[in-house]
């Protein structure tokens, strides 16, 4: 029998058993011209589509799950390297950092207290621990001020935060309430328990703070004349 015709029937038997022009092709090295003319007369039944169909669905979905699990493996990769990098971290890293955190989020325009504004609670936190660590601010100090949306349970929010930055509920200031409903917003992602402000009281510190930001801003504006 010539090659030509033993490639020919393989290809009907594959057919028969249900296999898609790709999968033969891909099976027999054959092109897709070629097993149209063969196969003309072959096609397949709704079974065998329907067959193919739950396969393909099941191929693309083992795939996406092969990248996820590629993606997972490379980002915790790249976290571990940088965790390595990054600590331990000293008081001094931790004093620069702050400075650099309230730079960007911090508020600068009263010199009374210092304050951070943010709706992610590890902003907070961070902000907390920088006065704990570098200025022996004691976290009973700080108060909290929240801003929430009127469709918002209040009493919720208030023990949400109270929980999240372990302070107590008689550090809270009364919320402000927007007169907005959060589920009225087109971006919803980091406002799921609405904005948190936490402040500090302490002129002298504030000034020590606004004057560390001053020299950081000079140096900069110096350095790219």
């Known amino acids: 029998m010539k090659p030509r015709t033993w490639d ?29 003319g063969w196969l003309k007369n072959y096609p397949l039944s709704e079974k ?23 993606k997972e493996k490379l980002l915790k990769q790249i976290y571990n390297e940088e965790k390595a990098r990054i600590f331990p971290f000293f008081k001094r890293d931790l004093f620069i950092a702050g400075l650099f955190l309230y730079l960007g989020e ?14 992610n609670s590890a902003i907070i936190k961070i902000f907390i621990h920088w006065l704990k660590v570098c200025f022996g601010i004691k976290k009973e100090k700080i108060k909290i001020k929240l801003h929430l949306y009127k469709d918002m349970d209040i009493n919720k929010e208030v023990n949400f935060w ?21 589920s009225f917003l087109t971006y919803k992602n980091g406002f799921g328990h609405g904005t948190c402000n936490a402040i500090i009281a302490d002129a002298a510190l504030s000034k020590k703070i606004l004057m560390g930001l001053k020299v950081i801003e000079d140096y900069y504006n110096l350095r790219y004349k």
Do not use: C, H, M, W
Not at 16 to 35: D, N, P, V
Not at 106 to 119: D, R, V
Not at 176 to 182: E, F, G, R
């Open 48 to 70: 065998q589509l329907r067959g193919l169909r739950d396969f393909n669905a099941q191929r693309i979905e083992k795939y996406r799950e092969t990248r996820r699990k590629q």
């Open 106 to 119: 911090g508020g600068k325009t009263k010199e009374s207290e210092l304050a951070i504004s943010n709706t």
């Open 8 to 36: 020919r029937q393989r290809a009907i038997r594959l057919r028969l058993r249900g296999y898609s022009y790709s999968q033969i092709k891909k099976e027999l090295s054959l092109s897709k011209g070629t097993l149209s």
């Open 162 to 182: 109270a929980k999240e930055l372990s302070v107590k509920k008689s550090q809270f200031y009364k919320p402000y309430i927007k007169n907005s409903n959060k």
